[in-house]
């Protein structure tokens, strides 16, 4: 999937969160359903070791799920390939028509905005790690987004290599991982490989239209980039400061 790509998805499961969280109109017949769904098992389970490199994802919901919430806001890092998604009742089966990489961790990343079929959303972004090696890689980055005027709940964190400089070209090119805030404004990146660098971005599609616009989108940088090496794989309060230039501006004095 492209970076143009990535970020319609992101902003689909951005707005379904936004809607989500909206008053509920009763449906006819029957009690609101404010139950938000969840995952109640997942193939492979998280921090799985050795699966099979034929291994497909499968997930079991709680209740029936919107089938487009949950492709839009379901991603694999690194990617696998094209996804096949098959459902049967509550549970989704996705697979590749290529093995999975020997000696690869992978992470399953579900947005939190990814609903059920009455429009309740998750409400936390889900990841699920799972290894085709021995064991998984340690890697992790955490922080959290502060901003006054925009959102920080549900907010698309990426990741993109260092080798792209402090600015990359986020119309063009797909993150190496993402996630997203939770409804504490907190996000974490896990399972990442050691002796990488990362540069950490918060993603606002202020317009809503899918992509990446330089005069109209707004994007948080973290001003250096973030080294993991095998004796230091953990960053810790890597956070993100928004600001919205076209805010409305306040001066107090006496």
Same mark, same amino acid.
């Not at 029957?30 to 997942?42: E, F, H, K, Q």
């Given at each position: ?5 990535? =970020?319609?998805?992101? *902003?689909?499961?951005?707005?379904? #969160? ?14 609101? &359903?404010? !139950?938000?769904? %969840? ?6 389970? &998280?921090?799985? !070791?050795?699966? /099979? ?14 089938? !487009? ?27 590749? /028509? ?29 990841? $699920? ?11 992790? $980055?955490?922080?959290?987004? %502060?901003?006054?005027? #925009? ?14 400089? #402090?600015? /990359?070209?986020?119309?063009? @090119? ?27 971005? =918060? ?22 980039? $973030?080294?993991? !090496?095998?004796?230091? =794989? @953990?960053?810790?309060? $890597?956070?993100?400061? *928004?600001?919205?230039? %076209? ?8």
């Amino acid at each position: 999937m492209t970076a143009r790509g990535w =970020a319609r998805a992101a *902003a689909l499961a951005f707005a379904a #969160l936004l809607a989500g969280c909206a008053k509920s109109v009763p449906p006819p017949g029957g009690p609101i &359903d404010t !139950t938000a769904p %969840r995952v109640v098992l997942s193939v492979p389970a &998280d921090s799985s !070791t050795r699966v /099979p490199q034929d291994q497909d994802l499968e997930f079991l919901f709680s209740e029936t799920m919107d089938r !487009t919430s949950v492709r839009d806001g379901l991603r694999v890092y690194p990617p696998p390939g094209a996804p096949s998604y098959d459902w049967s009742g509550r549970r989704l089966r996705v697979s590749w /028509p290529q093995a999975l990489q020997p000696r690869t961790t992978y992470q399953a990343f579900l947005s939190g905005g990814a609903r059920d079929a009455h429009g309740v959303p998750l409400g936390h972004p889900l990841t $699920i790690r799972f290894t085709t090696g021995d064991s998984l890689d340690r890697g992790r $980055i955490t922080g959290v987004v %502060r901003a006054k005027t #925009l959102p920080t709940k549900g907010v698309p964190i990426l990741a993109y290599p260092e080798s792209l400089g #402090l600015t /990359p070209d986020f119309t063009q @090119v797909e993150p190496s991982y993402a996630t997203e805030t939770d409804t504490a404004a907190a996000y974490a990146f896990v399972a990442l490989p050691p002796g990488a660098g990362f540069t950490i971005h =918060a993603f606002y599609d202020t317009n809503r239209n899918g992509s990446f616009d330089a005069g109209t989108d707004l994007v948080a940088s973290h001003p250096e980039v $973030i080294r993991l !090496t095998p004796d230091r =794989a @953990v960053a810790d309060s $890597i956070n993100l400061v *928004a600001v919205d230039p %076209r805010a409305p501006a306040f001066v107090s004095g006496a």
